[in-house]
């Protein structure tokens, strides 16, 4: 007799994946969201976290919470930009989707599409700016 491991999940995302996720979220650090759950205390029951997040996001019952807003300081001085900070376990949600979908959307943007695409920065799109400039000038 076989026998064979079903799921009723909709959502087919490896526990491996919210796992690496984190890690990739860790790496960045970042503030407390607006559950003022900092990445220590989500750490103080990874596994449990990571489980109830992977299940939610499997299962399609994930929704994510509201951003903490928080006003920084412009560059240039004159003001205050308004900071948006997802909770850790969101952070990790949103690393999911963006390991899960980013390797078959980046291929179809345009050479100079410059935001938010991996090896590919604001800079990167000045140098390129700068060479058509100065050989159309």
Request: aromatic letters at 8%; hydrophobic letters at 35%; one cysteine or more.
């Amino acid at each position: 007799m076989t026998t064979t491991i079903t799921t009723n999940k909709p959502f087919h995302i490896d526990k491996k994946r919210v796992y690496d996720a984190y890690k990739a979220v860790r790496s960045n650090r970042g503030a407390a969201g607006v559950d003022g759950q900092t990445l220590e205390q989500f750490e103080a029951n990874l596994k449990g976290n990571l489980y109830k997040l992977w299940n939610r996001m499997s299962s399609g019952s994930y929704l994510p919470q509201p951003v903490r807003a928080v006003a920084i300081p412009k560059k240039s001085g004159d003001g205050e930009r308004i900071l948006g900070v997802p909770t850790v376990g969101d952070r990790i949600a949103q690393m999911v989707v963006k390991q899960l979908i980013e390797p078959d959307l980046d291929p179809i943007f345009l050479p100079d599409s410059y935001g938010y695409r991996p090896r590919k920065s604001a800079l990167d799109a000045v140098e390129v700016t700068r060479k058509r400039c100065w050989k159309y000038d």
